[in-house]
C-alpha cells in the first residue's frame, strides 16, 4: 500500500529536481519555448518535434553554434517552410532562450 504512493511521488520527485536546479533564465526561456515554439517543435531532450519538419531543440547546436542565434533571434527568424511564423525577441528573451538551448546540448 505505501509503495503505490512512495513511488509515484518519488518519481514526480525526480522529475521535478531538475527544473529546479534549472537557472532563472533558462526557467523564462523554457516558458518562452513552450508558449511560443511547442506547436511544432520538440522543446525537451526525448520527443518527437509535433511537426515534422520542425527541428527538435535538443539537436539545434549541432546545426548552428547556439551563441550565433542571437542576431537571427534579434533581427527575425525566416525560414523557407510557411508554417514558421516570424519572430523578433527582445534581449532579455534573447538571453533567456540562448539560456535555456544550451542547457539542452
Do not use: W
Not at 539545434?60 to 517552410?81: D, Q, V
Not at 534581449?91 to 538551448?101: H, K, M, R
Amino acid at each position: 500500500m505505501i509503495g503505490r504512493i512512495l513511488a509515484p511521488l518519488a518519481l514526480t520527485l525526480i522529475t521535478l529536481t531538475p527544473a529546479a536546479a534549472t537557472s532563472p533564465q533558462e526557467q523564462r526561456g523554457k516558458t518562452f519555448a513552450l508558449n511560443n515554439c511547442a506547436k511544432c517543435h520538440s522543446i525537451d531532450n526525448v520527443s518527437p518535434s509535433p511537426l515534422k519538419i520542425a527541428p527538435p531543440f535538443r539537436t539545434l547546436h549541432k546545426r548552428y553554434p547556439i551563441e550565433t542565434l542571437a542576431e537571427a533571434l534579434a533581427e527575425g527568424i525566416s525560414t523557407g517552410h510557411p508554417t514558421m511564423p516570424a519572430f523578433q525577441l527582445d534581449p532579455d528573451q534573447i538571453g533567456d532562450l540562448l539560456a535555456y538551448l544550451k542547457s539542452l546540448e
